[in-house]
C-alpha cells in the first residue's frame, strides 16, 4: 500500500519560519498535499502541488518537491501562534484516495 | 467555497445503540465522499469511498455490516454506526471531492463516545 513517512514534533519560536517534512513511497502520485488539523477539529486545506511541480508558493507557505527522492516540505515563514497545529502531508493515489502521513504537530512559542 | 458539513459533532451514547453521522457538501455537488477514523495522536485511516448512488467501497479490515454508508445524493452521505460499542469510540470524519482529480475537502468530524 501507499506509504507516508513524517517526523512528529516541531517546536518554533514566534516569527521564525518552520519547516516540515514528508515522504512518500508512491510513485505515481498526481497531487501532493498538505493539510492542518486543529485540536477537536477536521482536516483544513492548506496548499497542494501537482506532481510534474518543484516547487509552489502561496502568501506564507512554500511547498518543495523532490519528485526523484520522492520528498515534500512545508515551509511556514513568520510562524504565528496560529499556526499551532498538526500538519500532514497526503499522496493522492487510486480514485481520488488519500494516503496520509503520521502528522507533524507543530508548536509555536510566542 | 468547498465547505463540507459534518453533524453531529460530538455524541456520547449507550453501547448497542446505532448512531447515524451525516456528511455534507454546502456548495459543491459532492461525487465522491470519504469516511476515516482517527485514534488520539494519530493519522487518518480511511474506512470507506462512496461515490453518490453506488454501493461504498470499504477498505480492507473495516465491516460494511458494521459501519454502513448511504450516498444517496450528491451533498449527502451517512455513516451509521450500528450497534456501537465503546472500542468503536473514536473521531470519524468525512471529506468530499467533486469530479476528477480535486483535492478533498473535510468536515469538522465527529467525535463518538460509546459508554
Known amino acids: 500500500g501507499e506509504d507516508v513517512e513524517q517526523s512528529l514534533f516541531l517546536s518554533v519560536r514566534e516569527g521564525d519560519s518552520s519547516v516540515i517534512n514528508c515522504t512518500y513511497t508512491d510513485s505515481s502520485s498526481t497531487y501532493l498535499y498538505w493539510y492542518k488539523q486543529e485540536p477537536g477539529a477536521g482536516l483544513q486545506l492548506l496548499t497542494y502541488i501537482f506532481s510534474n511541480m518543484d516547487m509552489k508558493q502561496d502568501q506564507r507557505l512554500t511547498v518543495l518537491l523532490n519528485k526523484k527522492d520522492k520528498h515534500l516540505s512545508l515551509r511556514i515563514a513568520d510562524t504565528q501562534t496560529g499556526d499551532s497545529a498538526i500538519y500532514f502531508c497526503?499522496?493522492?493515489?487510486?480514485?481520488?484516495?488519500?494516503?496520509f502521513g503520521k502528522g507533524n504537530q507543530v508548536v509555536v512559542i510566542p | 467555497g468547498a465547505v463540507v458539513s459534518q453533524h453531529p459533532s460530538w455524541v456520547i451514547c449507550k453501547s448497542g445503540t446505532s448512531v447515524k453521522i451525516e456528511c455534507r457538501s454546502l456548495d459543491f455537488q459532492a461525487t465522491t465522499m470519504f469516511w476515516y477514523r482517527q485514534f488520539p495522536k494519530q493519522s487518518l485511516m480511511l474506512m470507506a469511498t462512496?461515490?453518490?448512488?453506488?454501493?461504498?467501497?470499504?477498505e480492507q479490515g473495516v465491516e460494511k455490516d458494521k459501519f454502513l454508508i448511504n450516498h444517496a445524493s450528491l451533498t449527502l452521505s451517512t455513516l451509521t454506526v450500528t450497534s456501537a460499542h465503546p472500542e468503536d469510540s473514536s473521531f470519524y470524519i468525512c471529506?468530499?471531492?467533486?469530479?476528477?482529480?480535486?483535492?478533498?475537502?473535510f468536515g469538522d468530524g465527529t467525535r463518538l463516545s460509546i459508554l
Open positions: 497526503a499522496d493522492g493515489y487510486g480514485n481520488n484516495r488519500l494516503a
Open positions: 471529506s468530499a471531492t467533486s469530479v476528477g482529480a480535486q483535492p478533498q475537502h
Open positions: 462512496s461515490n453518490e448512488g453506488s454501493k461504498a467501497t470499504y
